[in-house]
């Protein structure tokens, strides 16, 4: 395992203390993974008068390690058992839609990272390209997979990006991270000195001090080893708990319509894949229209843009077990953590930088 410098306590608070001025930004994004991405990442560039987006890089995805569960509890409700115990929740619900729409665990379609991270890369440009903005020079592939040890280094021109941006400019490089953090724990391995000179804005996960596995976290449980960096390193980090605080950023259909539509290219687009989300179909929901659907990502946009829309305090970072809880140690090196949102003010900004596209 690479060794870290360590930041001071006065560093370390100094560097987690909200901006006040414009910022050094780059999004490091799963965007294909479902639609929220791509509003946060429409947003920033909508917002130069708050954030310099000095590159977006690509992440992998995928939704394959739901497999295995979803199989058994097939295999079991196949066979009139009982479900194995860890099938509760979501899982089983999104087992019996399937089963209700006439549709099996074969019939999903579940893309590796490789992919993923593909998808993402295009979906990137395809945003630039709603919004009449040059890509070039700024849009980097990240990593076609997962780490599989904790100093497995996944080299990619993203990881390259990261470290170079982290190097040069003045003041510190602020890595808006919006999905699994492959790409910034290559970063970190690769430049271990970037403790330095960057600040992770990271969402995933539970609060640190709840009760309750991660295992949920799609951001999270992607890549278990960079999340464990993360955490480790001594990297400052600003933690936004997706549960149940980006939770909080949920969007309808009527919304839809009436501040999204008609919004330029990009606010078309944003409807098209509200109305047409990927994840509706994978996840089997219907009733869609009278659903809303949460927006995870543009939490750590609007931290950057305004911290007050969502307010932090200072902990410290967790250790993540193996069962990926949360372990707090007030020994351990300072963490921000988000505990709540401004849920209107975020989105009536969000509503007004598209409506300058009309």
Not at 138 to 163: L, N, Q, S
Not at 214 to 219: D, F, H, I, K
């Amino acid at each position: 395992m690479s060794t870290f410098p360590k930041l001071t306590q006065t560093q370390m608070v100094e560097r987690l203390s909200p901006p006040t001025d414009k910022v050094r930004v780059i999004i490091d994004s799963d965007t294909a993974n479902e639609i929220d991405d791509q509003y946060a990442l429409a947003w920033a560039l909508l917002s130069p008068e708050k954030l310099s987006v000095e590159a977006v890089t690509a992440e992998p995805f995928s939704f394959a390690h739901h497999l295995p569960v979803l199989r058994a509890a097939e295999a079991a409700m196949l066979s009139g058992q009982p479900y194995p115990e860890h099938v509760v929740g979501g899982f089983q619900g999104w087992l019996s839609r399937l089963h209700n729409q006439g549709r099996r665990v074969a019939d999903l379609n579940l893309v590796g990272p490789d992919e993923g991270v593909e998808l993402s890369y295009r979906e990137i440009l395809t945003v630039y390209e709603k919004l009449g903005m040059s890509s070039e020079g700024k849009v980097f592939r990240g990593a076609p997979r997962y780490m599989t040890a904790p100093d497995d280094c996944v080299k990619t021109e993203a990881a390259e990006v990261i470290v170079d941006l982290a190097k040069s400019g003045d003041g510190p490089l602020y890595v808006a991270a919006m999905g699994c953090v492959t790409n910034v724990a290559a970063a970190l391995l690769m430049a271990p000195e970037i403790v330095r000179d960057i600040v992770v804005v990271w969402t995933s996960g539970y609060p640190s001090a709840a009760p309750h596995s991660n295992r949920p976290s799609l951001n999270l449980v992607q890549d278990v080893h960079a999340s464990r960096l993360l955490f480790d390193s001594g990297v400052p980090h600003v933690y936004l708990p997706g549960y149940h605080v980006g939770a909080q950023l949920k969007i309808s259909l009527p919304e839809m319509e009436q501040f999204v539509r008609g919004r330029g290219a990009m606010g078309d687009y944003l409807y098209h894949l509200y109305t047409n989300n990927p994840l509706h179909k994978m996840f089997a929901l219907e009733d869609t229209a009278r659903r809303t659907w949460v927006i995870w990502d543009i939490i750590n946009i609007a931290w950057l843009i305004n911290p007050e829309w969502v307010p932090t305090h200072m902990t410290t970072s967790p250790i993540l077990t193996e069962d990926l809880y949360m372990q707090l140690d007030p020994s351990r090196h300072a963490m921000a953590e988000a505990h709540d949102v401004q849920r209107d003010e975020i989105f009536i900004d969000f509503y007004d930088k598209l409506a300058t596209l009309s």
